[in-house]
Every structure is written in structure tokens, then in C-alpha cells.
T-cell receptor
Framework: GENVEQHPSTLSVQEGDSAVIKCTYS??????FPWYKQELGKRPQLIID?????GEKKDQRIAVTLNKTAKHFSLHITETQPEDSAVYFC????????????FGSGTKLNVKP | DGGITQSPKYLFRKEGQNVTLSCEQN?????MYWYRQDPGQGLRLIYY???????QKGDIAEGYSVSREKKESFPLTVTSAQKNPTAFYLC???????????FGPGTRLTVL
């Protein structure tokens, strides 16, 4: 099955700096790659996603890039703010009807004011 | 909060007991999922269901059981066969025409 690896496990940045979180996947059939943000004790929420026919997608301070050949995708957060502090998960969708989500192990981002 | 609810929020269980976690959605989604989340780890798939009366095992189904008698409901039973059940359990649903999963607020299960 699919294997999603996520790095780093923790990331500490100064407010205003950029943060980059990277994920690799193993199943070349995966075609959808969402990123979720989970604040402490709360449910994960989708912040951005990318499909396999797109190389990059931006939404204000957040961007995601995908390299299908290398099977990796990254989350970029610019001008970080303290409210960006959370755990971020990447995921890849595969399986019959593309119904199985495989999640990375998460990155705890700490933005220092 | 997205139309998917889980209850209870906190659950305490004695060893050897079965417990059932509730998951309900009013989003008219066909697919529903159960995940387990442990500290420092990602979400691991326990079971998923694409339609009523059908479900498949995920990667860590041992010691768990589910049912899908109604489209809106996908309860998870943690049986005594699950050796380490203390964890945060998340339910999710997905529309057939969309890849986005919507998560419930979670149930934190603690075995005493």
C-alpha cells in the first residue's frame, strides 16, 4: 500500500519567516494530496490541496508544490504568524475509487512571536 | 461545525469492556471513515465505508468492529481484543464527487 513520509517532525520559526514541510509518497497511482491543520485538541481541517495534474497551487500565504516524478510534495507558509502554530498533516489518496487516505506523521509548527 | 458529530467527547473504559463510539453526519456523504491518532503519529485508518451495508478494513482493524446500517451513522466498537485502545479517535466523511474529507471533533478514549 501507500507509504507517506513527512519531515520535519517539529519546526520552529520566528514570526514573519517562512516554513516548509515536505512529504514523500510511494504509490505512483496516488492523485490527490491534501494538507490538514490540526490545532491542539481539535479536528483536522483542510487548508490546501493539489491534484496530480497540477504542479503548484497558492492560497494567500499558503502554497503547495508537487513533483510527481520524484513523488514528493511540499507545503510552504510565508510570513508566518503565531496563529499558524499547529500540527500539519500531509496525505495521499489511493486505492479503489481513490477512497483510501494515507497520512504523514505530522509536523508540529511553532511560530515564535 | 461541518455537520459531522462524534460522541462522547471523552470516554473511559475498564479493561475487558467493549465500548462503542458514535459518529453521525448530516452532509449526505456516502463515504465514512474511522481513524486512530496517537501522540506524535499521523492518522491511521481503522475502517471505512463507501456505501450503506458495506465497509472495508483499514490498516489497523484488529480489535475493532463497525456497522453501516444507515447513511448518516457509522459507529465504531472498540472490543476487548484491542490491546492498546487508549487514543484519540476521529471519524470523517466524504462526498462522492469530492476528495475532501470532513472530520468530526473526535473522541478521546482512555482505558483505566
Amino acid at each position: 500500500g501507500e507509504n507517506v513520509e513527512q519531515h520535519p517532525s517539529t519546526l520552529s520559526v520566528q514570526e514573519g519567516d517562512s516554513a516548509v514541510i515536505k512529504c514523500t509518497y510511494s504509490d505512483s497511482a496516488s492523485n490527490y494530496f491534501p494538507w490538514y491543520k490540526q490545532e491542539l485538541g481539535k479536528r483536522p481541517q483542510l487548508i490546501i490541496d493539489i491534484r496530480s495534474n497540477v504542479g503548484e497551487k497558492k492560497d494567500q500565504r499558503i502554497a503547495v508544490t508537487l513533483n510527481k516524478t520524484a513523488k514528493h510534495f511540499s507545503l510552504h507558509i510565508t510570513e508566518t504568524q503565531p496563529e499558524d502554530s499547529a500540527v500539519y498533516f500531509c496525505a495521499a489518496i489511493t486505492g479503489y475509487n481513490f477512497n483510501k487516505f494515507y497520512f504523514g506523521s505530522g509536523t508540529k509548527l511553532n511560530v515564535k512571536p | 461545525d461541518g455537520g459531522i458529530t462524534q460522541s462522547p467527547k471523552y470516554l473511559f473504559r475498564k479493561e475487558g469492556q467493549n465500548v462503542t463510539l458514535s459518529c453521525e453526519q448530516n452532509l449526505n456523504h456516502d463515504a465514512m471513515y474511522w481513524y486512530r491518532q496517537d501522540p506524535g503519529q499521523g492518522l491511521r485508518l481503522i475502517y471505512y465505508s463507501q456505501i450503506v451495508n458495506d465497509f472495508q478494513k483499514g490498516d489497523i482493524a484488529e480489535g475493532y468492529s463497525v456497522s453501516r446500517e444507515k447513511k448518516e451513522s457509522f459507529p465504531l466498537t472498540v472490543t476487548s481484543a484491542q490491546k492498546n485502545p487508549t487514543a484519540f479517535y476521529l471519524c470523517a466523511s466524504r462526498a462522492p464527487t469530492d476528495n475532501e474529507q470532513f472530520f468530526g471533533p473526535g473522541t478521546r478514549l482512555t482505558v483505566l
